[in-house]
Structure formats: structure tokens, C-alpha cells
């Protein structure tokens, strides 16, 4: 409905040029939204939820402009380079909003000569993707991201990685998830004894990226028909990509006779054994799957990759339950910032990314089912008056509040009822109400009415910020 | 030295064309800058201290898309539209950077209909403009907005917005600052009986606007000569707009025989009256200071304007001050909202606009004079091993710690030194180490270390959490 209202104001607004003034579609731009204070409530919940984890890992949190340098951004993406946003040319640089944070990240390591740090970065992404938006999937959504740069021991900060995925998930309570793990270099050893040519591995590895949306069938005939790949080479790769387990499946292929004969997918199995003891240790194996049919898109990745799949959702009170797939993805690219260094200089690099618009989804959906009512404020007392003509009263109460660090609000009218101000109160979930009449005045005090139960209790006007304190134990 | 830099690697990137692929420009787009860990801890407490203020006030949040539809923002800034950043035509909407929060605001209010809130919104907005970098003047800079719509009785939501100004500025401790305010309906009455013909009074406002940067004698110039107006009307501006003061100015001008004489300023007079009963009420006259030279560029304004100022910098201990203007500005807009409605139903608003940037140039210079050392992460403890082989063990303690919430780092080496992990802590400020050893290990106990007095003490593994919280006062 919202669609097809937006098409006929857009219509209409075409028609009626000549009509006035008013002739604009009010609207925001394609596959993006507002968030009112409600949604912004939510949105909160579950970045601190991702702070928090974040902060408890030791990471320091850096930020960078939302527009970079178009050449900055050049042959980073692969094919999903034609998604990127360009700015007009007004003269001066050519510039392009940021794709995603990693190239950005690895940009700002180049620059700094950084080749040593644990950074979180939060801010809004752009791609003109053709957006699904009751999904989750918006032209302008947030990235949540935590990546660890640095020349380190094997497989233990990205095993940091997916502990912090496995942290947040949890502590979200976005119903059961599993995390998909593989390696680039399994993934082209693969290709490579599986008879893919070299100069296929890009386009291959694409191709096995969309396993989680088609059916093998359709993967295999897109290998065969558009890419050229031999029927012999798909059939081979459509055993290996069937495979998914846990330590024994890694042992299991460190023994396959072809696999380990191939020096790169040795060396990403032997670091995938290394892993999975270190996730042991973590105590998150539960939660792991090590799937040959993982490949994430990106040109970039060099080593591990990843991605966190919700699977189920916890559906009970909603009516149409929200479909996500991967709420969080990353992987190491030990490439890309060499990239950006006029030597080459290789800083290795491992991260993972949290898709934050589709846990939103699911949080907003579960909240809107549930009977809970959310705050869009913090204010601990409403100052009101009993009677007319107390507006000098009102504000010079709620300044000495304020100036005590004190949550208060007032209605901005001279003589408001006294209903009315209770009433604000109940809409609003403030928890108090400071009420000043002319006899609590000529005694020194304020009457205290508690919205909940609706006792008052007169308080003398210097205990007054300590009782609201107690009260709303908020010290 | 850095712009010169900047320059001379365009000028290699250019030759080096044909040189290969690290040919770019290794830089941010111009007006532009990353935030390190350091300035992203400056700008996080400056953050605080005025989100504080916002919810003190009980102000809900909002967020919009960081672009608009090109025509949203057309017509809404007279001459400063051409620093609008545009989007490239890529096909579909033409889209266009925010200028500000109050123009997205405004048509956020009109698409959902909402005739009442109050609301904070913390954004990055674009201008092409002639960035000065060491003043805190950028092309991508944050604004902190703080506005309440609704129609409600006169100069109450007013006074609020400029309480707020105050606290804000108090609790930044920016040294002494004066906040000025005028009214758009004192001015254009002034115009009125100065003789400035209707049709010039955007354009005389714009002279006027000049006058905290020039001499009164260059905008007069400017008015007589660029703009046409008579000397004599000239003249006549110039005696009202060298007037400033308080309550007892305010008096005189409302006895102004030809002031007195026309409805608007009149109108205007007599709510800056009412203005500063209420500012007085809330004890802030002392910084507030009535200007009749204060005239702010933008449009959209219909009634009380105001901007803060800050008077000096305590620079005893910066070498070279930093010459800030204007931290905050913003006034009454009572007739956006109603521009962006079908059949222009008004929703009257006043907000106020903090300069964050310019704020945080000061924090940053004085930071940087200072001793002070600030931490960038809040990691409580570092886990670390007194022998070889030990990671296996430090990898499970270091677990236990992040699943009880304790904030824990460790180095990601397999045999770091023990040294090499005491020096850490000292770098990064974390304050306790948790070491363990073989020892240990076998009685069951972590050796906890205070890094600042070097004591140890052996905890029971059972009870280190708890040790943890205690000694790091986070419970």
C-alpha cells in the first residue's frame, strides 16, 4: 500500500505541476527510512548490546567520512562495484559514498601507516541495491564492525572473531544460529583438484556463493552452461560443497587423497584444525559449521571466511514471521591494505561485520507482538501545577531540577489542567510528578505524586532532588 | 605542510599514471578527516555531556537517511544552496547530501503528520564550503539539534532551548562565553522604519548578518553600494544595530517612537520581554545579551534567533589559540513545516543547533597542551602467561572473564614475554594483569597484578571475577 500511495503521489505531483508550490512527493529516497523515537529505542538496545561486546574485547573505535576518494573504492568489490553511489561532479574530486567499512578501514591504515590495532567502527553503508525492506534490506543500513589488524600467531584473533559473533548473538536472544565457517584456500585447493582452470576461481567462487538462496542444480548449470566449466569439474565440486561438519570432517578431508595434496587447501585445513581447538577452548563449537558451500562475496577475503545464519525464528506472537538469512558476516583479507601502501606493505587483517538492519527487523517485530510497552524517553518527574497562574513557579522548580542533573519535563502552556498533566504522564511513562499549589508553596514543599500507584507524599523542598534520586534510582 | 604534501603526491599520482597500480592518492576528500581513537574519546565526552542535556529535557531521538530527495531541500536556504552536495543521476531519484538536520526534521514532521514533539538528533551534515580545518570549519561535520514543535504558549520552548545552550556550554567548561539573541520580527520591523524597501529585506538582513566579521563601515558600503539602499536608511540601521543589552534596552525600544509604532516589532519587543522573565527565572540572564546586530543567514527563521559565542580561550597553556566563533545557533521556524504539507498546515518549532566540530577543536588543542593521557579502551585486565606453552590456558581463562563480562585482552602470540605484556599495560593504561603460570595452575589461583604499584596477589580462580570488579570499581 505504502508503494503504490508513493507511485500516485509521484504521479499526481507530475500532473499537477502547474498547480502551486506544493507539488514535491514527501517521501525519503528509495530503500531508506526514517527512524522515529520508538524505532531509535530499539536501535539502541541492540547497538549496546554490540558495543558492549566490542568494548569487552579491548577494541578502540575509530570513524572515517561517509564519502571517499571514487578511486579509493575502485577494484575492491568485483562485480558488485556497479552498486556503489557516485557523487556529482561539482567540480574538485570525484567522490563515492562508502560501500561497506573494511575498504575504508584499510584506507585509513595505509594512510596512518598504522600496523597494529583493534578498532570497531558503527555507521551507515551505501549500495544501490534493489532494497527489500520488510527484510531488512535498505539502500542506506548500518555496519557494525570489528576487525583486529596486525602480524599475529595463527587462527587466534580470528577465533576472537567468532567469539565475539557468538557473544552477541547470544546476548541479543535472536533465537538459534549457526556460524558457517570456511577458508579461501580450502575453497580454490578445491577448485584447483576439482580441475577448475585458474582463471575461473573468481567466477566460480561466485557461483557457489548463491548455494544458500538456489539449489545445487541451478548452481551446477549456471557453472556448465554460462561459465564453461566442464560437467566433470561441476560434478566434483557438488560432492565437495555438500560437506559440512565439525573437527572430524577437517580430519576426514586432511586425509583426502587429492585435497592434501594441495599445498593451499592443506594449509587453510591445517589452520581450520587450529581453529576449531581454539573455538573448543571458547566453548562455541556448538554453534560452528564448517561448510565447504561457504564463499561470501567479496573479492578481497584471503583466508578464513564466515557468516552467522539465524535459523529459526521464534515466531509464537508474530504473524508473518520476518525471513532473515545471514545477520553477520567477515573474514580475513590480508591483501587489501597493501593495496593502498605505495609499496605493497601487507598489514594482515581479520573482521567480522554485524548487519544490524536485520536483527532490527527481528527486534521490532518481536516488540510490536509483545504487549511491552517502550519508553522513548528518560524523564524521571513531570513538574505541574495545581492551580492557574503558577507558570513562574513551574519553571523555577524544574530549572533547580535541571541544574541537579535531574530528568524533568513541563507542559509548555501557562495554565495547563491538571488531568492534562497527569494524563502526559501516563502516555509517556513518566514515573513522578512534582506538583506545586500555593499552599504547598506558602509550607515549603512539593507534593510527590507517584503515577503508579497514585500515593503523594508532600516533600520538603530541599529534600526534593534526593527523594526524585531515591525514587527513581537513578543516583 | 600536509595540504603541500597532499598536493605533490596528486602532482607523482598524475605522472606516475603509466607507473603501475598504486597510482591514487592515498587521503580523505577535501574538508574532510578520520577520527582516531583518540579524537573519537574527545568526541564521545563531548557527546555526553550534550546528549545529557538533551535527555534532561526529555527529548526522544529521531534519525533520517544522510540524503534527501533533491527537491526536499530546494528553496529552503536561499543562497547557501549551492553548497548542497548533489548525488550522481545514476537513474531513478535525484538525491541530494543533508545541509542540516532542521529542513529533514521539518519534512519528517510533515510525511508522518506529527503536530508535537520534541526530539534530539546527533548527525553528520554536508556543505561544500571553504573548509578551514584548524578552526573546526568542515564540509562533513556533526550537528547536535535539539527543537520542539508544537503549538504552544509564547517563549516557554523558546527560553528552554537557550537554557539548554547554557548548560551545555557550563558543562563543557569552554571558558566564558555570551549568548545572543534577537528576533527576525525586530529586525524586519527595523527595517520597516529605517525605510528598506520589503523587497530588500532578505538581502539587507544578509549585510547585517555580516557584522561579527566585518566593520560596521564595509557593510554599510556593502548595503549603499551593492544593494542599493539610501545612506540615510543605512545610517539609521546602523545607529539600532550597535545596541545591545538586557531588559532595561528592550524597555527603551519598546518606547522607540517609531519601533513602538510598527506591529512586527512590536510583536517582537514584547516576546523578548517575556523572553528574559523566563530567562531570569532560570537565572541565565547573565550570559544572555540582546543584539540588535544578530541577524543569522539561513531562511527559514520567523522568529526569536540566537547563536553563542564564546569570549576567550583559556590558552595559558596552548601555543597557538584557536579562533572559534559560534559554538550554537538556532531560532524559531514556524512556517517550515507547513512548506512541506499538501495545504500547508503550519507546526511551529524552535531548536537550537550545537557546533560540535568547533567545540572539539578546542577539546582536542587543550587535551594535547595538557598532561593528561587518555585510554581509548576500557579493558579491565590483560590475561597473560609467565611461561612458554601456556596459551591453550590463557585462552580459557581469558573466555571465562569475556562470558562474566569482564572486560579482557590478551596478546595474540603463542609465547609473548612477560615483559612484552607488562609493557603493553602500561601503554594502553589497562590496570590489572591476570597472570598465569604453571604454579598456579596447580593450586587453582591467577596471580593478579596491579600494574600502577606493581603489587601481586594470588586470587582463587573461583573469586578472580569478583577480584576484578572490586579493584576495578565496575560492578
Redesign the interface.
Known sequence: IAKEVAKLLEMKAQLGEDEG??K???????G??????KQ?AI??RAFSAIISSF???????????????K??LTGKYGEDSKLI??????G??L?S?RYDLTVPFA??L???KITN?K?YHIA?V?R?DNPAMTRGRYR?FYQCDFD?A?Q??PM??D?ECL?IVH?ILSDLQLGDFVIKVNDRRILDGMFAVCGVPDSKFRTICSSVDKLDKVPWEEVRSEMVGEKGLSPEAADRIGEYVQLHGGLDLIERLLQDPQLSQNKLAKEGLEDMKLLF??LT???ITGKISFDLSLARGLDYYTGVIFEAVLLQQENEHVEEPVSVGSVAGGGRYDGLVG??????RKVPCVGVSIGIERIFSILEQRLEASEEKIR????QVLVASAQKKL??ER??LI?EL?DA?????ML???NPKLLNQLQYCEDTGIPLVAIVGEQELKDGVVKLRIVATREEVNVRRESLVEEIRIRTNQC
Open positions: 508550490k506544493h514535491f512527493v514527501l517521501k525519503t529516497p528509495k531508506t527510512r526514517d527512524y522515529g523515537p531509535m536501535r539502541e568494548k569487552r574485547h579491548g577494541a578502540e573505535v575509530i570513524d572515517t567520512p561517509v564519502f571517499e576518494l578511486e579509493t553511489y557516485d557523487l556529482k561532479d561539482q574538485g574530486e567522490l559514498l584506507r585509513y595505509a594512510m596512518n590495532i578498532r551507515k551505501y544501490r542506506e583486529i596486525g599475529f600467531d587466534i584473533p577465533a567469539k557473544e581447538e581454539y577452548l571458547f566453548g593495496m593502498f601502501d605505495p609499496k605493497g522513548t524517553t528518560e524523564t507558570l513562574e519553571l523555577k530549572s535541571w542533573g535531574i530528568k524533568a519535563e509548555y502552556k501557562k
